[in-house]
Protein backbone atom coordinates (compact mmCIF):
# COMPACT_ATOMS: atom_id res chain seq x y z
CA UNK A 1 0.00 0.00 0.00
CA UNK A 2 1.47 3.50 -1.14
CA UNK A 3 1.97 6.70 1.24
CA UNK A 4 -1.22 7.74 -0.25
CA UNK A 5 -3.70 4.98 0.30
CA UNK A 6 -2.39 4.55 3.97
CA UNK A 7 -2.78 8.41 4.24
CA UNK A 8 -6.16 8.01 3.55
CA UNK A 9 -7.29 4.88 5.29
CA UNK A 10 -6.25 6.99 8.02
CA UNK A 11 -8.57 9.99 7.43
CA UNK A 12 -11.79 7.84 7.02
CA UNK A 13 -10.31 5.82 10.27
CA UNK A 14 -9.81 9.05 12.52
CA UNK A 15 -12.19 12.02 12.68
CA UNK A 16 -10.04 14.25 13.85
CA UNK A 17 -7.90 14.09 10.92
CA UNK A 18 -11.13 14.24 8.72
CA UNK A 19 -11.83 17.76 10.69
CA UNK A 20 -8.39 18.84 9.88
CA UNK A 21 -8.87 17.79 6.33
CA UNK A 22 -12.60 19.48 6.19
CA UNK A 23 -10.60 22.58 7.61
CA UNK A 24 -7.85 22.68 4.70
CA UNK A 25 -10.76 21.90 1.92
CA UNK A 26 -12.55 24.62 3.43
CA UNK A 27 -9.65 27.22 3.51
CA UNK A 28 -8.71 26.44 0.03
CA UNK A 29 -11.91 26.68 -1.20
CA UNK A 30 -11.97 30.03 0.36
CA UNK A 31 -8.54 31.33 -0.61
CA UNK A 32 -8.94 29.45 -4.31
CA UNK A 33 -5.35 27.58 -3.61
CA UNK A 34 -3.11 25.79 -1.58
CA UNK A 35 -5.43 22.65 -1.76
CA UNK A 36 -2.93 20.02 -2.49
CA UNK A 37 0.03 21.68 -0.29
CA UNK A 38 -2.28 21.74 2.89
CA UNK A 39 -2.95 18.08 2.29
CA UNK A 40 0.76 17.19 1.50
CA UNK A 41 1.71 19.12 4.93
CA UNK A 42 -0.91 17.63 6.72
CA UNK A 43 0.13 13.74 5.98
CA UNK A 44 3.64 14.88 6.24
CA UNK A 45 3.39 15.75 10.02
CA UNK A 46 1.59 12.80 10.28
CA UNK A 47 4.27 10.34 9.43
CA UNK A 48 3.15 9.83 5.53
CA UNK A 49 5.73 10.55 2.47
Avoid at 17 to 46: C, F, P, R, W, Y
Wanted: glycine share 10%; proline share 0%; aromatic share 6%.
Amino acid sequence: MNAFQSFRNAVLEDDDLQEQVISIVNTATANGSGLGDGIATLAKNHGYS
